[in-house]
């Protein structure tokens, strides 16, 4: 599966930001799908994810802020990222769990204070 991630650039603490991947097929037939980030000098981690039944998971730093969900007419996966702050500067990937793990090319994200 090749995943291609867009949306990333700079924006004020306090802004928004909306990160989409799209899939080269259906990923609604993909048993989960995830964003994650990695800050510089940071390991990679999990931002959120959402099962082929819909469940989501998100980690604790971002809850309330940010939204992952599918868009079925454009076969992406989003992330919507609000009240941004500085610790959210990254490069964002997004994962797909097909049965075989697919990662896409990172999506950079800066948060100035």
Known sequence: VQLQASGGG??????????????????F??????????APGKERELV?????????????SVKGRFTISR???KNTLNLQ???LKPEDTAVYYC???SGW???GRGTL???SS
């Open 81 to 83: 990222m609000d009240s």
């Open 71 to 73: 868009d079925r007419a």
């Open 29 to 38: 037939g993909f048993r989960a799908m995830s964003w994650y980030r990695q």
């Open 95 to 97: 994962r797909a769990d």
């Open 48 to 60: 959120a994810s959402i099962s082929a039944g819909r469940d989501t998971n998100y980690a604790d």
């Open 10 to 27: 700079l924006v004020q603490a306090g802004g928004s930001l909306r990160l989409s991947c799209a899939a080269s097929r259906n990923i």
């Open 101 to 103: 793990v697919s990662w």
């Open 109 to 111: 994200v800066t948060v």
